[in-house]
């Protein structure tokens, strides 16, 4: 799975809410329920199955600039992130987490709660994969 997001000072993800870091926005990305909790089918923190596959808008400016992705239209702070191997399917990511495909798109998924949780756990859940995730150094 790949995803442009921010680098931290210790050279992993950035983690919270907000757009291109390891984590989602609300109701933006998923909508809790009326008891606050979260769960899978309805949404989630988008990847993808290939750079090639994200949106110009999330990839940095300088891989257009280099040849790698034509039209690459991104801040140039965002990074290439990887996790995991082989192909791009329905599957456990963790204990906590699943990966979605979306219905009309293969190519595109979103990692979401494998159990209904607390808002705050789905998010430190995505956090805690946070030293799995490679910088592709794109």
Same mark, same amino acid.
């Given at each position: ?34 008891k606050a ?13 290939? @750079? ?6 999330? /990839? ?6 280099? !040849?790698? &992705?034509?039209? *690459? %239209? ?18 456990? @990511? ?6 979605? /495909? ?6 595109? !998924?979103? &990692?979401?709660? *494998? %159990? ?12 805690a994969t ?9």
């Amino acid at each position: 799975m790949y995803r442009s997001m921010k680098i931290a000072s210790d050279h992993r993800p950035m983690t919270g809410s907000g757009s291109c870091i390891l984590g989602v926005r609300t109701p933006l990305d998923i909508a809790p329920d009326d008891k606050a909790n979260v769960s899978g089918g309805r949404g989630g923190m988008s990847v993808d199955a290939s @750079v090639e596959h994200i949106d110009i808008q999330f /990839l940095p400016r300088r891989l257009h600039k280099s !040849g790698h &992705v034509a039209g *690459a %239209i991104g801040n140039n702070s965002l990074h290439i992130w990887l996790i995991g191997e082989g192909p791009f399917f329905d599957t456990a @990511v963790t204990e906590a987490l699943n990966l979605r /495909l979306k219905p009309d798109d293969s190519e595109h !998924g979103f &990692v979401e709660p *494998a %159990i209904p949780m607390s808002l705050d756990n789905y998010q430190s859940s995505l956090a805690a994969t946070r030293d799995d995730w490679r910088d592709t150094g794109l």
